[in-house]
């Protein structure tokens, strides 16, 4: 079984920054793809980027292109994502999510396991 800790979260005024962590544990966690998936308020859960296994291929949401950088430290079984230029849009709560393999998918359904997901919130 593999378990995601998500931390980092919290408040933070628009064009700031922030980085949210995700630990991995349970499995060989350079076996799993990775990715970040946002949800707000009465909203769907939403792609927001994804890391091969070996970190060799990344894919972004457009929303978030040149402003979020995904990370992963295989050696700590850690994957980041680097949030920069925050706008009020990107309010929402933050997920990450494994599944087995090296192919990165976009949508929530191709992802086995989640993250409990964190709170950000941009304010003006």
């Known amino acids: 079984q593999v378990q995601l800790v998500e931390s980092g979260g919290g408040l933070v005024q628009a064009g700031g920054s922030l980085r949210l962590s995700c630990a991995v544990s349970?499995?060989?966690?350079?076996?799993?793809?990775m990715a970040w998936f946002l949800q707000a308020p009465g909203k769907e859960r939403e792609f927001v980027a994804a890391?091969?296994?070996?970190?060799?291929?990344?894919l972004y949401a457009d929303s978030v292109k040149g402003r979020f950088i995904i990370a992963r430290d295989d050696a700590k079984h850690t994957m980041y994502l680097q949030m920069n230029s925050l706008k009020l849009e990107d309010t929402a709560v933050y997920y990450c999510a494994a599944r087995a393999g090296q192919r990165i998918g976009v949508g929530p359904n191709e992802y086995e396991y989640w993250g409990q997901g964190n709170q950000v919130t941009v304010s003006s």
């Open positions: 890391s091969s296994w070996n970190s060799a291929n990344t």
């Open positions: 349970g499995r060989t966690f350079s076996n799993y793809a």
